[in-house]
C-alpha cells in the first residue's frame, strides 16, 4: 500500500481537486484506493457527494476508540472508498498532543488497510501542525501542487528544508508539480523554464488554470466523468503516471 | 466489505417487469444497459476459485455487435468487490505478461506459475440500477444479468444487491424488498460458476494436495490400493498438461504423485505382493529418471527472476544468454520426455499398473491387517529413523548426512499424507507443521548445494557450446556466491528447526498416535521421561487393551 498525500501550506491552489481526480484515474484503472478527507472544510467529502461526518469526530479515530475501517464510505465509483471529513478535524492538533507518539498515530490508523487497499490519498489541510507531521510519517509521497510564483516556490524549498529534518524523510518523496498554470502570463512561463533546470524534485507536468477544475463542485464529481478530455484532465492523467513511477 | 446479495430468477419471472418495478420506485436511477461478452478464466487446479474469487476477460459490445473496450476483470464472488481491472488486448497466459503494477503483484500471489486456461464464454445484458440519497450519492446497486452461453443456451437471469461500504442499512432494505418477490430464489451462484456448471465443469474438482479419505475399519491392502489410485488418478489428469507444457506444474504434480507412488511401493512390503512391488517399483523409478532433466530446467526457469533480483543493478542484463540457455535446453529435454510418454514401455506400464488396481489381490502376509495397524507401524518406524538420524547431526556433519536426513524427512511426510486420514486430524496436524519447517530448512539446504553445483556446470556447458559472453559467467559466478551463504544460514538454522520438531510434547503426540504401546516409556528417545500411563482411546481400535497396562 502506498500513501499518497496533497500537500501544500497554502489554501485554495487545486490541492483537493488533485487527491480526487487522481484517486479516480488509479481505481478506474483497476488498483483499490481510499481517499482520507483530513480538512475539515471537506471539499473531498463534498466532491463525493458523502455528508461529512465521522461516527464520533476524528478524536475517537485518535484515541483509538474506533477504527479507520468502520467510518469508511464506498463512493459512487468501483474501487474508490473515502474516510469522509469531520469538523472536529480543527482540533486534531489538541487531540493529537493528547495521545501518545502523536506524530506516528495516522500511520498506525492506516497500517491495518494495507490488506484492502492498493493506495490511499491523504487530503491534508493547508498548513504546518502536528497534524502534518503525522501526515508525513504516515505518507510515501507528498504531492505538492505549486502556483509559479516567486513566493509559491519559496515555501517548496522551506518545505524541503524542513522535512530534511524530520525522520520519516527517508522514506517520503517530495513531489511538486505546477498548478492553476496561465501560459499567457510571462512570469509563469518563466518561472517554470527556471524550474525545470534548478529542482529536480518538481515534474514538468502543469495543470492549468481553468473552469474545468472548478465545475467539479457543480457536477460534485471527478474531473474525468465530465471533461475527459479537457486540458485538464490530460494533466492529471500525465501527474498519476510520473507520481506512480516515482513510488 | 459487506457480502452481496444474490437471487435468481426462478422460470417464468418477468425481467423486464422486475426492472421496471424497481425503477419506478423514488430514488431509484436506471443507468444504461451494457452488453458484454466474457470469458471465464481459470487456472487447472482452480485457484482462483479457491480463492473466492472469478477472473473474466470482458469484452464491451454495442448494441449491433460493434466490438468495444476489453478488460480483464477480476472479482470477489462473495463481495462482488473489483479485486482489480487491467485493460488489455487479450488474456494472457502467464500472469507474468501482464503490466506491472499492484493489481498484477496481487493476482501474481495467487495464481503464480499457472497457466490461465479459458474456461467458458458467455454474453451477458447487465442493466444496473442504483438506490441514491438526497445528496444524490449511490447508496446500493442493483444488477441484473441477463447470460447466455455461446452456444445460445440461456442461463437463470441474476439479481445482485451490491452495498456500498458505510450504507449497508439501505441495502438490506432493497433485499428485503426483493425477498418478498415470489419470482426470485435467494443463494444463487455468480454467473461465471454457473456458466461452469452448465457445460459440466466443477470447480475445486482438481487439487494438488491429497485429499483422501480412507476407511478407518479397512484392511491395509484396500488403503494402500486407494491411496495408489488416487496418485495414478493425479498422473492420468495431468498428463496431457506435461505433453502440452501448458505450465510447469502439470509435470511438478505429476512428479510428486510418482515420487509419492515410490514411496508409498517401499514402505508395502508385507501388503502387497512381492513380485508386483518388483516390477512397478523399478517403473516408477524410470518414470522418475524420466521426467527429471524438463523438471530441473524448469526450476532454474522459474527461479531465474529471483536470480536476477540478486544480482547488482549494472549486471542484471547479463543473465540473458543464460535464460536463452535455459530455454532451448528446456525445449529439447520436454521433446525428449514426450518421446518417453509415447514410448510402449509408458503404455504398457500404466495399463497394467491400472488393471491392478482394478482389482489389487495379494496374499503377502499383513495384506487382511487392518490399515490403520500396518500404516500406524510403518509411519512409527520412520519417524523414529527420522528423530535418530537428526539426532546423529552435528556442526560437522557431511552434507551428505543432511541430504539423507531430507530424504528421511519426505518418506515421514509422504506417509503422513497418504495415510493421514486415518488419524484425528487435529492430533496430526502439529507434527505436520514442524515436519513441513524442518523440511523447508533442509530443503533449502539441499536446493542451495545443488543449484550452485548446477550453475557451475551450466556455466561449462555454456563455454562448451560457445559464444557466451564473459559477463554471463561472472554473473554465474556471483550467484553461486550468493546461493553458498543462503546455504550457510540454512545450515545454521537446522538445529533449532530440528529441536522444534523433536519435543517432549510432539514425541509424546506421535506414540500416542502411532507408537506400539500406548504407555510412554520414552527410554530410548529421551532419559528424562517419567513413564506415563496413557489410557486406550476406544475410538482407536488397533491398540491391543492389554498394552495399557504397565
Partial sequence: ?247 | MSQLHRFVVTDGGDLEQLINGLSQRANFVRDPDRRSERSVYDTFDWRLFEAGTFLELITALDGRGGRGEVALAWRSSLTGEVLGRLGVDEAPRFVWELPAGAVTDRLSDVIEMRALVPLVTLSTVRHPLRLVDDEGKTVVRVIVEDSALADGTPLAPVVEVHPVRGYEAAATAVVDLLAAQVLLGADADDVATMALRAVGLSPGSYNSKLRLRLDGEGTALDAYAEVLRTLLATMLVNERGVRDDLDSEFLHDFRVAVRRTRSVLGQARGVLPAAVLDCFRAEFAWLGTATSPTRDFDVYLLTLPEFEAGLPPARKGDLKPFGAFLDQHQRSAQRALVAELDSDRYRTFVDEWRAWLVEPASDAPDAASPAVEVASLRIWKAYRRLIRAGRRITDDSEPEALHDLRKDAKKLRYLLECFGSLFPADEIAPLVKQLKALQDVLGEFQDCEVQAGSLEGFGQQMLDEGGTPASSLIALGYLVEQLDERQGQARAAFADRFGRFDTKRLRRAARTLFGPMPVVADRDLTSSVQPLVVPPDPTRGHLPVKAALP
Fill in chain 1, 1 to 247: 500500500m502506498n500513501v499518497i498525500a496533497t500537500y501544500s501550506i497554502k489554501g485554495g491552489v487545486g490541492k483537493t481537486a488533485t487527491a480526487v481526480n487522481l484517486a479516480h484515474l488509479a481505481a478506474s484503472q483497476g488498483a483499490r484506493v481510499l481517499v482520507w478527507d483530513l480538512d475539515p472544510q471537506g471539499a473531498a467529502t463534498f466532491y463525493f457527494r458523502v455528508k461529512p461526518k465521522v461516527k464520533g469526530g476524528g478524536k475517537a479515530l485518535i484515541k483509538g476508540k474506533r477504527e479507520l475501517d468502520d467510518v469508511v464510505k464506498g463512493t459512487d465509483y468501483e474501487n474508490l472508498d473515502l474516510v469522509p471529513a469531520d469538523f472536529s478535524y480543527r482540533n486534531m492538533d489538541l487531540v493529537l498532543d493528547a495521545s501518545k507518539k502523536p506524530t506516528r498515530r495516522l500511520a498506525q490508523l492506516l497500517r491495518p488497510m494495507a490488506r484492502d487497499y492498493d493506495y490511499v490519498f491523504l487530503d491534508c489541510p493547508p498548513s504546518i501542525s502536528l497534524a502534518s507531521e503525522a501526515v508525513f510519517q504516515a505518507a510515501h509521497a507528498l504531492l505538492v501542487p505549486l502556483i509559479p510564483t516567486t513566493l509559491s516556490l519559496r515555501t517548496f524549498d522551506q518545505l524541503d528544508s524542513f522535512l530534511a529534518e524530520h525522520p520519516g524523510r527517508k522514506k517520503l518523496r517530495l513531489i511538486g508539480f505546477f498548478a492553476m498554470v496561465d501560459r499567457r502570463k510571462r512570469l509563469h512561463r518563466e518561472l517554470i523554464d527556471e524550474v525545470g533546470r534548478a529542482r529536480p524534485e518538481v515534474l514538468d507536468i502543469q495543470v492549468p488554470a481553468s473552469t474545468d477544475v472548478e465545475r467539479m463542485g457543480v457536477h460534485r464529481a471527478p474531473l474525468f466523468t465530465f471533461a475527459p478530455r479537457s486540458r485538464s484532465a490530460v494533466a492529471y492523467r500525465e501527474l498519476w503516471k510520473a507520481t506512480e513511477a516515482r513510488l
